[in-house]
């Protein structure tokens, strides 16, 4: 039974146990689920442990505490922390047993003063200049780590245009890549991971070693720019905000909704307040743009989205809008409503955003299918 909360985000764990398995049969490559930012919003801990049911042989996060917080929670698979470490921070590596990037050759130099018996892999920056070693120095930092005594389990890159409509830089970035293979030949790490979700659905294998590939919003279901969608259609989203009316009305013309008066009702205008705002973690630049679910039909946002409640118009009083109560739910993304893809669009901004923005007062919900 649900506790008396208005707002709820649920996760479909069915749905990411489709994601991975469908994911899982495009390629041989070992999979590598990418659980930062409490997995996509959707929940590190139980997403994790569908993943490992599931056959992943690896997890990685961005920070480590998120790393910590999976440890702790008795996960014990391997873990790479996505985000290169302070110093001061690879004994807690050591501690947990994390494995940790590499992504200069003062980080190495680091790590064989302080940590040794840490496994690292090495990050070359092949054109998203973010995070890496620069691939001139790459060889020699492998080598400097292996001479030292220090694992190197991998060699990695991360493609900046693997989900765009013209990839073409992703593949200037993998021949970058290959350089650095061909100077390191046979003192080369054992494995590689340079594809990400979008390379594993729309590009040809990017390397014929044995590889990891990440994989991060695909798993939810997420497509992180629109030229994704058509490899998209396998896979099912994760994730549903769903609000319930607290309050209606029925507005005059000539009334206004909101702060600003931004949106002024034209003829009798059924009005209907949601429990969710931009406190929950909603954009407000939803407002005036962006539609909800509900009674089986689309609501459009009206006036600006509140930090607590956000209002949507019904239509006209006598028409279907006139049947919904108070109480009745309103998807505000997800099946039943707007596409994740197509909420983020109303906001002018990309899905990702949408999961990982909801905020600490939503209920989460876990639920199979």
Not at 183 to 191: I, N, S, V
Not at 208 to 213: G, K
Not at 236 to 249: D, I, N, P
Request: glycine share 10%.
């Amino acid at each position: 039974m649900l506790p008396p909360v208005a707002l709820r985000a649920e996760t479909d764990l069915g749905a990411i146990r489709h994601n991975v398995r469908t994911l899982a049969a495009l390629r041989r490559d070992a999979v590598m689920g990418v659980v930062k930012a409490n997995a996509y919003g959707h929940g590190a801990v139980p997403v994790s442990r569908v993943l490992l049911a599931e056959g992943v042989t690896w997890l990685a996060v961005a920070t480590l505490p998120e790393a910590i917080a999976l440890r702790d929670a008795g996960i014990e698979a391997r873990i790479l922390v996505l985000a290169a470490p302070l110093p001061d921070f690879l004994p807690a590596y050591e501690r947990h047993g994390l494995d940790a990037v590499v992504a200069s050759p003062e980080g190495a130099e680091a790590v064989i003063a302080r940590t040794p018996s840490v496994r690292v892999h090495v990050k070359v920056d092949t054109g998203m200049h973010r995070l890496g070693v620069a691939p001139g120095e790459a060889a020699e930092t492998v080598r400097r780590l292996t001479a030292a005594g220090v694992e190197v389990v991998a060699l990695w890159t991360h493609l900046a245009t693997a989900d765009a409509a013209d990839p073409s830089f992703a593949f200037l970035q993998v021949r970058r890549f290959d350089g650095v293979l061909r100077d390191l030949g046979a003192d080369a790490p054992p494995l590689v991971h340079v594809a990400n979700g979008p390379a594993h659905v729309r590009l040809p294998p990017v390397t014929s070693r044995p590889a990891l590939t990440r994989l991060g919003g695909v798993l939810y279901g997420m497509a992180s720019d629109p030229s994704m969608a058509p490899a998209m259609t396998d896979l099912r989203a994760a994730m549903r905000l769903v609000a319930r009316v607290v309050h209606l009305q029925t507005v005059a013309p000539g009334e206004s909704v909101s702060y600003g008066r931004t949106w002024v009702a034209e003829r009798p205008t059924r009005i209907a307040t949601l429990a969710v705002g931009y406190a929950d973690g909603i954009p407000r630049s939803l407002s005036n743009r962006g539609e909800v679910g509900i009674a089986g039909r689309r609501a459009a946002i009206v006036g600006r989205v509140c930090m607590d409640m956000t209002m949507v118009s019904l239509g006209d009083p006598g028409g279907w809008g006139g049947s919904v109560e108070v109480g009745a739910e309103a998807v505000v993304f997800g099946p039943g409503g707007p596409s994740i893809e197509e909420a983020a669009a109303s906001a002018g901004t990309f899905a990702y955003t949408l999961p990982t923005g909801l905020t600490a007062r939503v209920h989460r919900v876990l639920r199979e299918g």
